[in-house]
């Protein structure tokens, strides 16, 4: 298992203390192993040449005292060499931490995206849309700072002070050692700082995640917004989740002003404590003044790098606190796929054995001793009130949802016993809510698995499902682009290019939750035989408020309360006189 690879589904834990997500974090920085060492030998570059120029104050004062032809080329060629040596060091560090960030972003989003496809359905109902973009977005992009910004700065700064102490301590060790004394008072700023920096951070990606989702929201019901006159509404909404957001910013920000000039305040009165204690002829000893100077500058100098290494901390605990969010979706257990048989084909009978279902955390089920046998090939409508339980049941068929009893069979094999690729790969489905992406028509017919079909098949796909009338006045046929979730098209356009995508698949079972609801009447007859065409051969559970469109159905069920109430051909349930008859009679009543 490589670094980057997640934990194994059994037992795995997202690391809680920051050093443990920070490890696994420098864990994606393995495979750039050596761009990360070529920043580093950068950092050691610049942090040599900056002790060199305090360590050069030594001999500008000797220049100084003894202004010679020889020590002014030799000053001149220094200070040139000591610059351009920084500079090489400065290139290095920048470049190749931030070739090494952006690639650990990089692999970061991609396991996040992976991740995020292989969870299940339960997940995506307990998490709204806009929370799991700004993880994708804002949270990655805030480990960025942590892997590039904070890195650098913690390296090339670190190994300045590490230079300057070096060249203090041989210089003069007991005057350093007054110079430490501050440090851990330093210290324990920077960890109270540190620790309010990562809860402050934590907040500010909750609310960062609110505001991605009710913008969202807002933009993709734009319509339902300015109709209802939901303007002031969400004004309101947005703005609470947007100065929530502030509130958090601006705690961050004061206590990062705060920390930085008290830690600036506790350097310089360390400095001020050395240049008092050097004046003493007994702690001085033999410096002559170009060590004085140089030992000052190296002094006065390590201001910078200790302000910049404190200051730092704030982008690594808003980097951690990123990084823990983010694994905590890498660590989501993905569907559970035991399964191994996966047979070309099935014929296409369907059995359902005392199935119960109820979804996580309620206590009442939503389905309940559902036993019922579909032969291959045949046509089975369900019909039933609003929360019936008509399309929970289809929704086990392709296992978005786990059936809690008894179980289900397709050709005599339990759904579980089928790998998850192979079931869904026998399943074609066309649902109310038409999913369209923003790519051509054709690709939205031939898409995924149908990637590699002929232009020929979708052509014929999309003329069984009457949608060749509509793509032949497009301005570039199959090949027009259709908008965000085909907003380019009528409700009955989109609907057909579903069907033609289910068509496309030539699965053996299909499943159609509502397939004709957006179509009038005119294009309802036209994809009626379509339907009729494509149902043939195939086993089909057709989900249907209008009983009109499945009066030829093979067999009726009627559902109520998560039961099947009522079972058998139109003519005999109209018979019967039962639910069907005066589901039956109220529809047609209401036609009428």
Not at 168 to 173: F, G, K, Q, S, V
Not at 235 to 263: C, G, H, Y
Not at 398 to 410: A, E, M, Q, S
Not at 486 to 503: H, K, N, P, T
């Amino acid at each position: 298992m490589s670094s980057t690879d997640p934990l194994p589904a059994e037992g795995r834990v997202t690391p809680t203390g920051s050093w443990e997500t920070y490890k696994r974090l420098l864990a994606y920085v393995k495979p750039f192993w050596l761009a990360f060492l070529l920043a580093v030998i950068g950092n050691v570059i610049y942090a040599a040449a900056s002790t060199g120029m305090a360590a050069a104050m030594e001999y500008v004062i000797a220049a100084i005292e003894n202004p010679t032809d020889g020590n002014r080329i030799l000053l001149t060629l220094m200070i040139v060499g000591v610059f351009a040596f920084r500079g090489l060091g400065t290139f290095m560090s920048q470049y190749f931490i931030g070739y090494v960030g952006r690639n650990v972003i990089n692999a970061l989003r991609n396991d996040v995206f992976d991740r995020l496809l292989t969870l299940p359905s339960r997940y995506f109902d307990d998490n709204a849309a806009g929370r799991l973009v700004s993880k994708l977005t804002f949270n990655v992009e805030q480990v960025a700072e942590a892997t590039t910004n904070a890195v650098t700065i913690s390296l090339r700064e670190g190994l300045t002070i590490v230079g300057l102490l070096g060249f203090m301590l041989y210089t003069n060790w007991k005057l350093t050692l007054i110079f430490l004394a501050v440090g851990p008072i330093i210290g324990a700023v920077v960890s109270y700082a540190s620790k309010r920096f990562r809860k402050i951070s934590k907040r500010i990606q909750g609310s960062m995640g609110d505001i991605t989702h009710v913008a969202s929201e807002s933009i993709a019901g734009y319509r339902v917004v300015r109709t209802f006159g939901g303007e002031d509404y969400e004004q309101q909404r947005f703005r609470e989740v947007n100065d929530r957001n502030l509130k958090q910013s601006l705690k961050m920000a004061s206590t990062q002003a705060i920390s930085v000039p008290v830690i600036q305040v506790l350097v310089a009165v360390a400095i001020a404590a050395l240049v008092w204690t050097m004046l003493a002829p007994e702690i001085r000893g033999g410096m002559s003044t170009g060590e004085l100077v140089a030992f000052i500058t190296a002094a006065t100098t390590m201001a910078k790098p200790i302000r910049q290494v404190t200051s730092v901390h704030a982008k690594i605990q808003k980097g951690v606190a990123a990084a823990y969010d983010v694994f905590e979706t890498i660590d989501e257990r993905p569907e559970q796929d035991p399964g191994t048989y996966a047979p070309a084909r099935v014929e296409g009978t369907i059995r359902f054995d005392n199935v119960s279902f109820r979804y996580r955390d309620q206590l009442d089920n939503v389905l309940e001793g559902i036993t019922l046998t579909i032969p291959a090939g045949q046509s089975v409508a369900l019909v039933g009130r609003s929360g019936s339980g008509k399309s929970t049941l289809v929704s086990l068929l392709p296992r978005f949802y786990d059936h809690t009893g008894g179980d289900i069979l397709i050709d005599e094999h339990s759904l579980r016993d089928y790998s998850l690729k192979a079931l869904r790969s026998q399943i074609a489905l066309v649902t109310q809510n038409v999913v369209l992406f923003n790519d051509t028509i054709a690709a939205n017919i031939a898409y995924g698995a149908l990637r590699d079909c002929s232009r020929e098949e979708i052509l014929e796909a999309a003329a069984k499902a009457h949608a060749l009338e509509f793509i032949e006045r497009m301005p570039e046929g199959l090949d027009t682009m259709i908008g965000d979730n085909g907003v380019m098209l009528s409700g009955g356009q989109r609907q057909r290019l579903a069907i033609a995508r289910a068509l496309l698949k030539n699965a053996p079972i299909l499943i159609l939750d509502e397939a004709t609801s957006a179509l009038d009447t005119e294009s309802e007859r036209h994809i009626q035989e379509a339907l009729e065409t494509v149902m043939q051969g195939r086993t089909t559970l057709v989900i249907a408020h209008r009983l009109s469109t499945i009066e030829k159905a093979d067999r009726i069920l009627v559902m109520d309360g998560g039961r099947i109430v009522e079972s058998g051909r139109h003519d005999e349930l109209l018979d019967a006189g039962g639910a069907y008859a005066q589901l039956h009679q109220i529809q047609f009543s209401e036609h009428a």
